[in-house]
């Protein structure tokens, strides 16, 4: 009985020593802790902004933000970089929205949809909207924007290389209801308007 009682105490000090060392090594002196927060508070600025209009409230279940971090005076440069973000509060996690790569499904912006929203000829133009705020056009692209309805699905054009159309296919049920929303690097010839 003694030898299992030593056991499972030894066992549970090697456990706390162990325990102890590693948090020891891992955490950064305190000082040097104020100072990294330090140099960050003077070089590095954050501001959110809602994106407060009637397309993100209309179609979205939830709150889009867009975020601007500057930063300045890093390796003594005086320019700033700018970094911007687009993201969404789900109530319980800040997300960004899904990297569109080639061609990208995006079944968490399909979810993000009201149950309530259709897209019809009256609402395809606040989709388009929509789109502009969460996937916004690079400034040096030029405006290829436009969209269309045909065989069934919507097709918002974002961009135009080679005469190959680029962007998001959307497909309805038979209320107009959102059940899947997809980007496409090429549509197929029969998908143009």
């Excluded at 030593?6 to 066992?11: A, G, N, P, S």
């Excluded at 590693?22 to 955490?27: G, P, V």
């Excluded at 939830?62 to 003594?76: A, D, M, R």
């Amino acid at each position: 009985m003694f030898q299992i009682f030593t056991k499972i105490v030894y066992r549970f000090l090697l456990g706390v020593v162990f325990l102890f060392v590693f948090q020891a090594y891992s955490q950064l002196d305190s000082a040097i802790t104020n100072r990294l927060n330090g140099f960050m508070r003077e070089n590095c600025t954050t501001t959110f902004n809602e994106i407060s209009s009637a397309p993100v409230e209309s179609i979205l279940k939830h709150k889009v933000f867009h975020i601007v971090q500057e930063t300045q005076n890093i390796y003594g440069e005086r320019k700033k970089n700018i970094n911007e973000f687009i993201v969404i509060d789900t109530g319980q996690k800040v997300k960004g929205f899904e990297r569109i790569q080639t061609n990208t499904s995006l079944p968490e912006l399909t979810g993000y949809i009201r149950e309530d929203f259709v897209l019809n000829q009256e609402t395809a133009h606040q989709f388009q909207s929509l789109l502009d705020y969460i996937y916004p056009i690079a400034e040096w692209k030029p405006d290829k924007r436009e969209f269309f309805q045909k065989n069934g699905k919507w097709y918002f054009l974002r961009d135009a290389y080679f005469r190959t159309k680029q962007g998001f296919e959307i497909t309805v049920d038979t209320q107009e209801k959102i059940t899947d929303i997809c980007y496409k690097m090429k549509w197929d010839g029969s998908e143009s308007k």
